[in-house]
């Protein structure tokens, strides 16, 4: 029997024996196909996205030649508010400072240092806890330490400290670490803060403060404490160019030489290191006991007023 061939058949394969090796190997051979099929998805996409590339680089090379600047736009916030201390007193005092503080420095984000130890734990667990947190005060970053571990250069003194001052140096390693997180976020979310202020968990205003909008930009706001000589750091307001030296504070202990208050020691730190004018202002604040009792008052220019504060009933704003 004769095999008939298609015309110049035989002329095809002599001149193509490569393409019709190919073929071959597409139909019969799978793997071959998936790579034929890989490559032309390659293709295809190169196709596509090298026109996009040399556009992008074309106005890249156009913005250099017309010497444009690409302008970030910073998020532009009145203060920034950090909370630091234990929460036994906070279910008692948060309307207090929702009304009282928070209503007062205009617009905000706030910050929270909490001490790792039970009652702060249980405080984190509650449907209220979290309500007062996120809700009322609307806490934008919250800090639990759960170990405060103290730099080297104040471990030689603490054994001289009684239990108080240990706790006062615990204190200012929180004020370290709300700067920390203040300045982290700023920095992450191209933030720029006026003012910061920093508050105790447990501190509460018989008074409104005043709207920061009336107060200097580049003044310290520190509450005197007449009985002692200094200035009370539970409750403090400063320009942001400020708040470094005061969450450094904890650096500075080893190199005091003064009589051994904390009060005396940080009017020693902002009036050497911050570099700015020290107001001494009258906010009419204190210090509220977990049982809801006024413990002390500062910002009273007679100290026999305060006495009539301590052990008094706190009442919340209506």
Known sequence: SKTMHRPGGSRFRKLFPAL??????????????IVVFFSFFIFLLLCIELP???????????????????????????????????????????????????????????FMVLGGDTNTSRFLRTKHGKFILYTSLNVTKLHVMKEVKLPEETKGIIS????????????????????????????????????????????????????????????VYLNE????????????????????????QISFVGNYTGELKPELFLKHVMERYSNHPIQSSRWYCGHVLPNGKWAHMVGIKNLAKTDQFKGSKFENPQ
């Open 160 to 219: 001289n400290y009684t239990t108080t001052f240990q706790g006062w140096l615990q204190q200012l390693e929180r004020f370290r670490y709300c700067s920390k997180i203040i300045r982290d976020y700023e920095r992450k979310t191209l933030t720029n803060y006026t003012f910061a202020m920093f508050v105790s968990n447990d501190y509460a205003c018989t008074r409104p403060l005043p709207l920061v909008s009336t107060l200097n930009k580049t003044d």
């Open 20 to 33: 019709l090796n190919w073929q071959q190997r597409f139909f019969t051979n799978f793997r071959f196909r």
């Open 52 to 110: 996009r590339g040399f556009h992008e680089l074309d106005l890249v090379h156009r913005q250099r030649a017309n010497k444009t600047d690409v302008q970030i736009v910073y998020r532009q916030v009145d203060t920034a508010v950090c909370f630091s201390g234990h929460t036994d007193s906070l279910s008692h005092v948060y309307r207090n400072i929702r009304k009282n503080i928070l209503r007062r420095v205009g617009s905000h984000d706030v």
């Open 225 to 248: 404490i007449q009985g002692f000589g200094g200035f009370s750091d539970k409750i403090v307001l400063m320009p942001t160019l400020a708040y470094d030296v005061w969450g450094s």
